[in-house]
């Protein structure tokens, strides 16, 4: 069984010493993903967005625009739910549908998995793997979800961060609008210390 990923496997980091992957997590949303888009493409970054498959349904356009951008689509259930209270039936159709989801958006299926909260079950990482997906967990956590104000945030990612770092933040379920600000305030300060950004494959 493959236990999560936490840090950027060794290969990854062979093109440069400081390599972080950014995530971007439960998304599409309407609101605040254009504009993560647009700092993205902005900074020049690629990065892995899991999206949850309900939002997905409702806002295909964001979910093609991801995917035409140059970021991964990566899987984070289909409702969000807790997967270690699920039945195995209902956590496989948890991914599934949001896989099929992915896949018809971007015509190839999505390789990465994140269990919602990072909450991983047995039942999670065997299915995950029964699907194709490889699981992705993060390392650096700021708990932008809980909104503690974009200086905290910020702080906590450039204080965290190290060579081969993933970096978790959200752009969906709530209002992210500090996240948003935080991403404009340290991406370019990481980026100014020699830091690149992966999407890993």
């Not at 039945?87 to 299926?109: F, Y």
């Not at 992210?176 to 991406?187: E, F, G, N, P, V």
Request: hydrophobic letters at 35%; proline letters at 8%.
């Amino acid at each position: 069984m493959t236990d999560p990923l936490f840090s950027l496997p060794a290969a990854a980091g062979a093109t440069a010493d400081k390599l972080v992957a950014l995530t971007i997590d439960d998304g599409p949303d309407p609101t605040h993903t254009p504009i993560v888009l647009g700092i993205l493409k902005q900074f020049g970054i690629r990065a892995t967005f899991f999206l949850v498959g309900e939002n997905a349904t409702e806002h295909p356009e964001l979910v093609r625009e991801i995917s035409q951008q140059g970021h991964h689509l990566a899987n984070h259930t289909w409702t969000h739910p807790d997967l270690r209270h699920l039945p195995e039936a209902q956590v496989r159709d948890e991914l599934e549908r949001t896989s099929d989801v992915l896949q018809k958006a971007s015509g190839k299926p999505p390789t990465w998995f994140r269990a919602p909260g990072g909450d991983w079950s047995n039942v999670a990482l065997r299915t995950c793997s029964e699907l194709g997906m490889r699981p992705m967990g993060w390392s650096v956590d700021p708990r932008d979800w809980a909104r503690p104000g974009t200086s905290k945030i910020t702080s906590r990612v450039l204080k965290a961060v190290r060579p081969g770092s993933i970096v978790l933040n959200h752009d969906g379920g709530g209002d992210r609008s500090q996240t948003i600000a935080a991403m404009r305030a340290y991406l370019p300060v990481l980026i100014d210390d020699g830091y690149l950004f992966t999407a890993p494959r």
